[in-house]
């Protein structure tokens, strides 16, 4: 793909227009886990196609899972009931965060002495509090750079699953759900169990809830107590299924924002409106600006259409801390609604392949929209943006929510455009069948 995208703006009529939405990225790197923690074949359908899930794919294999595809749709896995072989190598989860926070709780189950590292970005995310609690429980990890960061060395005469030395630990709720999500995971290997406390409070919350639902569904009782304290106790064991991966609510978000600046009706097929994914009310905060949004239960979607005048869109001020990933979408659209949009809950943003908020409140500004900025929120003075070439700081949602202001307006260019690969790599041909 070229080096710079123009994303070519849509024409609007009044039949609906419909695009069918991958597996979700967050739900298919869960299931992988899972299953591979299983004793025995799960089968995973409609897996996430992303660079993340492949590197998680490629790390599991490097660890003696098996996969086989089959029909070129489905995924079997054999997975090893956590009774995995002495492992010395390098494991690298490239710049994907989930990946990396989910090998990390992994790697302490594996028997030898390796390290696990990543790309330059993903070297200075924070890992502190995770890796910390791997100790506590009985892990032995040497940072090799910086502390609390990636890479690490893991060296484990014995997995923790055989020597756990704890089954409490506590851990800052502010910083990263996936920190909890990871622990969570590898709980039911453990043969104390596990309690964790919350410190603080728990960001994106239904990150968790997607963690406890897929828990469920693999045999496995985790009790949330609040966001105050998870529990799972000891002597569960997950059970190997076939498990349907949920279409991604974070993909649907561009789609949906697209119909509110433009007018077009677009239905997003492939979602269930009763998802536990956070970003599924997405298409609610557009219904709150003014767009028709109709959900369809049986068939499973969902369709927004915008006013025929973007310039009729309701400014809003709008919580996001659990729904993170679809805020640089709103605050797109949020340029096209004359008057002033609030975003909160961003704590969590500028931890992230880049720091999204000065990214946003940069290419906004390229487009000539104003976007002041605080420890955790985002006000968008709407209005008419202008056209503008956009850099994505190797930031897959960048290329993403700013894609959805080029349907509208002429002349606006995406660079590396390849970066959606991490999340979304069918990304550029599904917004061209709306063309």
């Known amino acids: 793909m070229s080096k710079i995208y123009q994303v070519q703006p849509i024409r609007v009529t009044e039949n609906l227009k419909s695009v069918a939405i991958p597996g979700s990225k967050s739900d298919t790197n869960r299931a992988l886990v899972i299953a591979s923690l299983a004793k025995g074949k799960s089968r995973l359908q409609g897996i996430s196609e992303s660079d993340d899930s492949r590197l998680l794919i490629k790390a599991l294999q490097q660890l003696g899972v098996k996969f086989h595809t089959v029909n070129n ?13 002495p492992f010395f190598g390098e494991l690298n989860c490239g710049i994907a965060g989930t ?3 989910f090998l990390a709780a992994i790697s302490a189950l594996v028997p030898g002495n390796f390290i696990l590292t990543g790309e330059k970005k993903m070297l200075e995310r924070p890992m502190l509090e995770l890796l910390e609690a791997l100790k506590q429980l009985g892990c032995q990890i040497d940072y090799l750079q910086n502390h609390g960061c990636l890479p690490v060395r893991f060296v484990n005469p014995e997995p923790i699953s055989k020597i756990q030395k704890t089954s409490h630990i506590r851990l800052k709720g502010n910083i ?9 995971l590898i709980a039911p290997t453990l043969p104390l169990g596990l309690t964790i406390e919350v410190i603080g409070n728990q960001v994106s919350k239904s990150y968790i809830d997607m963690t406890q639902s897929i828990l469920g569904q693999f045999g496995i009782e985790m009790l949330n107590e609040n966001y105050r304290r998870y529990i799972i ?21 561009y789609f949906w924002g697209i119909a509110a600046i433009t007018g077009q009706a677009i239905q997003v097929a492939n979602i269930d409106p009763n998802s536990v994914q956070g970003d599924i ?31 009729q869109l309701k400014p809003i001020t709008v919580d996001m801390e659990n729904m993170p990933d679809t805020a640089q979408t709103l605050a797109v659209v949020a340029a096209f609604a004359p008057g002033k949009t609030k975003i909160t809950g961003l704590s969590t943003l500028k931890d992230k392949e880049t720091n999204r908020l000065v990214a946003m409140q940069t290419e906004l500004a390229k487009m000539q929209i104003q ?49 959606v690969n991490k999340s979304f790599p069918e990304f550029w041909t599904k917004l061209e069948s709306l063309v």
Request: with cysteine.
């Open 73 to 85: 749709t489905d995924l079997e896995i054999f997975g090893l009931g956590a009774e995995f072989k």
């Open 371 to 419: 976007a002041d900025l605080g420890p955790d929120w985002m006000l968008i003075h709407g209005s008419n943006p202008k056209a503008a070439e956009i850099c994505t700081y190797n930031d897959h949602r960048m290329a993403m929510s700013f894609a959805v202001a080029g349907t509208k307006i002429p002349g606006i260019k995406i660079q590396n455009p390849e970066v």
């Open 176 to 184: 990263s759900s996936q920190f909890f999500t990871a622990l969570l």
């Open 99 to 101: 990946t990396g926070r």
């Open 281 to 311: 009310k997405f298409a609610d905060i557009l219904g709150q600006m003014g767009c028709q949004v109709t959900k369809d239960f049986t068939q499973k979607t969902i369709t927004v259409k915008g006013p025929v005048n973007c310039q």
């Open 233 to 253: 106790r000891p002597g569960q064991t997950y059970q190997t299924k076939t498990y349907q991966v949920e279409g991604d609510a974070s993909g649907c978000s």
